[in-house]
């Protein structure tokens, strides 16, 4: 029932923009799921970048506040990360998620979440 397929990611240089989307299907959307991009850079925990509540209320990790921007598209069933000014440091495996209450924005409940996409690759050159 949950389906999370992600795509944007590619390489680009300091400073660049890049723009992932998340499709999702109908049901994730209409039924009160949060929703978010996490990221996984090597020798590193996976860690929420952004997440969306089941009331629209958005949370950012310090690290990408001011930088990215989550959003959602009804009308696509995607949820989408624009990011902007990336740095070198943003390279990682980012992935989508999926789940209730368990999804916050401490990275020790990441491992709690319970649906995931396959990722998409991010590499951001100096």
């Known amino acids: 029932q949950v389906q999370l397929l992600e795509s944007g990611g590619g390489s680009v240089q300091s400073g660049g923009s890049l723009r992932l989307s998340c499709a999702t299907s109908?049901?994730?959307?209409?039924?009160?799921?949060?929703l978010g991009w996490f990221r996984q850079r090597s020798g590193n925990w996976r860690e929420p970048v952004a997440i969306?509540?089941?009331?629209?209320?958005?949370r950012y990790a310090d690290f990408v506040k001011g930088r990215f921007t989550l959003s959602k598209d009804i009308a696509k069933n995607t949820l989408d990360l624009q990011m902007s000014s990336l740095k070198p440091e943003d390279t990682a495996m980012y992935y989508c998620?999926?789940?209730?209450?368990?999804?916050?924005?401490?990275?020790?409940?990441?491992?709690?979440?319970?649906?995931w996409g396959q990722g998409t690759q991010v590499t951001v050159s100096s």
């Open positions: 969306i509540d089941h009331k629209g209320i958005i």
């Open positions: 109908e049901y994730t959307f209409t039924n009160d799921y949060y």
């Open positions: 998620a999926a789940d209730w209450e368990r999804m916050t924005m401490n990275p020790v409940r990441t491992p709690e979440i319970g649906y």
